[in-house]
């Protein structure tokens, strides 16, 4: 049976039919073709598939795509600009080579969305706790960081001269 | 897709209370990180859900006028940690739910999950019990107040009815005015563990701040439930802040504790751990009352 739903995708206005045994996971990747976000443990661990709901960096693959009624939800295809443009955290992310494989990139980005967006200046130590929901990152751990800083610096620093 | 037979959205407590009433083998799910875990690894699978997720009036924490902190069991972790009251009066839970999963499963899980769970190395347990919380209960013929340690049966048990839903914890101000406390979670991973052992201490200080007016030591994995030391808890009531403080209150620990071995540690170590994080976190607990153990 399925049932139909109303929320904010990307900032587009999506409404379709689900079933209620979606995880938000499965809809994303499979009804709205957003593969972004990626299957990975499927039990809420390796942080592969973190998107934001309602600003909150979540696994959406235990997150019911029911629950998602009403909220705003943000992957990585959401981030690029009118021409195509990388976000300035998906930049960050290039300069400092945090990417091997590629496949833990997409979450790990979604999460410097969020921490980003508190507009506060984190330290290593903080930052390392604040990505320690992503199990799933290749061999990439320092240079991941380095990308962290270097965004939440150049952050901070931005909304600093405002 | 996850192997659910039925799936119902609650609209609010009566409406998920019929629901549960009116299938006698569903689940409630909250926020899922549990739950829907065990779907996936097949102890629930198949199984029907009545979902109380989303529901507002089981969402945030809010003062009573005398000063009673009310939390909805709804709330999810990151925002008890990052919510005024609880930071400004009772901030060992806000430190204690800050060190369950990761970021996004506390962005997920509540704290009414953590306690209906019954699990014993739950994080919000020990420093709920050393709160005095007490849960309100809502079934079809009315609510109920349960105190948090009369509140679990067994491993994973509580005497939450099959169709009662947790819809307050509350904490008095008797229970956090004037205390300091601190919890201790022991782990072999920083992050993405569940706890080997977890110890919460609670103190108030006498006015002088150099002798102990009163004290709360919880566990939790130190037993088949979370638990409070209650006999020790009286041995140390007025006695000087010096070591032999923190002496009797770890020995009197072992003698109410009961762990057990399993393949996350051993009986002996997790001992080990009683004895040494009850001293370390009643020194926390102590500094952040205003006082210092004086050796």
């Known amino acids: ?44 661990e390796c942080g592969a598939c973190t998107v ?14 029911m629950w998602a009624q009403g909220r705003s939800v943000l992957t990585v295809e959401g981030l ?34 969020e921490i980003v967006g508190t507009g506060k200046r984190y330290n290593r130590e903080e930052l390392r706790k604040l990505i ?7 061999t990439g751990y320092e240079n991941i960081l380095n990308a962290m800083e270097r965004i939440v610096e150049e952050t901070y620093r931005a909304v600093g001269k405002e | 897709m996850y192997d659910i037979d039925k799936y119902v959205q609650a609209a609010d407590v009566d409406d998920a209370v019929r ?6 083998k569903a689940v409630i799910i909250s926020g899922g990180s549990d739950v829907l875990i065990k779907i996936r690894e097949g102890k629930l699978a198949g199984c029907s859900l009545v979902s109380i997720h989303g529901i507002r009036e089981l969402d945030g924490v809010k003062m009573e006028e005398d000063g009673t902190v ?17 930071r400004k009066h009772i901030p060992i839970l806000g430190d204690a739910v800050d060190q369950a999963g990761g970021p996004q499963l506390r962005n997920i899980g509540t704290i009414g999950g953590n306690v209906c769970n019954g699990v014993t190395s739950a994080d919000s347990a020990s420093s709920l019990l050393t709160l005095n919380a007490v849960l309100k209960l809502c079934g079809p013929s009315g609510s109920r107040l349960v105190p948090l340690e009369e509140f679990y049966a067994g491993p994973g048990r509580t005497v939450r009815e099959h169709d009662e839903v947790l819809t307050e914890i509350r904490i008095t101000k008797d229970n956090y005015e004037g205390f300091g406390g601190h919890y201790i979670k022991y782990g072999k991973r920083q992050a993405m563990e569940i706890a080997t052992l977890g110890c ?27 638990i409070r030391c209650r006999r020790t808890e009286e041995t140390v009531k007025g006695m000087p802040l010096t070591p032999k403080l923190a002496d009797m209150l770890a020995e009197g620990a072992l003698k109410e504790v009961m762990p057990r071995s399993s393949w996350r540690a051993s009986r002996e170590f997790r001992l080990q751990l009683v004895e040494e994080l009850a001293r370390r976190a009643l020194a926390q607990a102590v500094c952040n009352a205003g006082g210092e153990i004086h050796a």
Do not use: W
């Open chain 1, 80 to 113: 690029k600009g009118p021409n195509g443009e990388l976000s300035p955290i998906q930049q960050a992310f290039i300069d400092e080579a945090a990417v091997q494989c590629g496949f833990c990139t997409p979450g790990l980005i979604m999460s410097a969305v």
């Open chain 1, 132 to 138: 320690s929901g992503h199990l799933c990152r290749c």
């Open chain 2, 200 to 226: 919460a201490v609670q103190v108030k200080l006498g006015e002088e701040k150099n002798t102990v007016e009163d004290l709360r030591l919880a566990y939790g994995v130190a037993a088949p439930t979370p």
């Open chain 1, 52 to 65: 934001l709901v309602d600003g909150e960096a979540i696994d959406s693959c235990i997150y019911l795509t």
């Open chain 2, 19 to 24: 629901a549960l009433t009116a299938d006698p």
């Open chain 2, 70 to 86: 009310v939390i909805g069991p709804c709330t999810v972790f990151s925002h008890i940690t990052n919510n005024e009251i609880v």
């Open chain 1, 1 to 44: 049976m399925l049932n139909v739903i109303k929320m904010k995708v990307n900032g587009k206005e999506v409404e379709l039919a689900v079933d209620p045994r979606e995880s938000l996971l499965d809809t994303l990747r499979d009804r709205l073709g957003l593969t972004s976000v990626k299957r990975g443990c499927e039990v809420g």
